[in-house]
T-cell receptor
């Protein structure tokens, strides 16, 4: 089955700086790569996703890049703000996010220092 | 719309006791899922359902049973709780016709087994 590795487990950055979280996956057939944000006491929420036919996708301050050859994808957050503090999960799926769900990474706790 | 609602939000059990977690969604989603979240382990899929009357095993199904008698509800049962089942449980749903497969999560149910 799919195996998703996520690094780092904890990331502390100064407010206004950029943050980068990296993930690798094992199944070359995976074609859908979402990122979820989990705020304290809440369930995860999708913030951005990318499919294997696209190399990069941006949405305001967040962007995701995908390197299919290396089986590697990353989340980039620019101009970090206090509300970016949360746990971020990457995930991968070979079914485009279908019924068998996603394989998640173990999460990155992002801390934005004032 | 309430989205995905989980009950109860907190529960303490003794080893060997049984209980049922209820998940309800009002988005008319076909797919529903139960995940468990443990420190340093990310989100792991327990069971999922592709429609009313159907269920399937995920990554960590042992010790759990599920039922999907109505499209809007997905029940997770523990017949004989064990301390290893102490966790935060998340229910999620998704739309089968979506090309993104976005998961909509509930706010979680924290279970402690003594």
């Amino acid at each position: 089955g799919e195996n998703v590795e996520q690094h780092p487990s904890t990331l502390s950055v100064q407010e206004g700086d950029s943050a980068v979280i990296k993930c690798t996956y094992s199944d070359s057939a995976s074609n859908y790569f979402p990122w979820y944000k989990q705020e304290l006491g809440k369930g995860p929420q999708l913030i951005i996703d990318i499919r294997s036919n696209v190399g990069e996708k941006k949405d305001q301050r967040i962007a995701v890049t995908l390197n299919k050859t290396a089986k590697h994808f990353s989340l980039h957050i620019t101009e970090t703000q206090p509300e970016d503090s949360a746990v971020y999960f990457c995930a991968a799926s070979r079914s485009g996010g279908g019924a068998d769900g996603l394989t998640f990474g173990k999460g990155t706790h992002l801390i934005i220092q004032p | 719309n309430a989205g995905v609602t989980q009950t109860p939000k907190f529960r303490v059990l003794k080893t060997g006791q049984s209980m049922t977690l209820l998940c309800a969604q009002d988005m008319n989603h076909e797919y529903m899922y139960w995940y468990r979240q443990d420190p340093g382990m990310g989100l792991r899929l327990i069971h999922y359902s592709v429609g009313e009357g159907t269920t399937a095993k995920g990554e960590v199904p042992d010790g759990y049973n599920v039922s999907r008698l109505k499209k809007q509800n997905f029940l997770l049962g523990l017949e004989s709780a064990a301390p290893s089942q102490t966790s935060v449980y998340f229910c999620a749903s998704s739309y089968s016709g979506s090309d993104t497969g976005e998961l909509f999560f509930g706010e979680g149910s924290r279970l402690t087994v003594l």
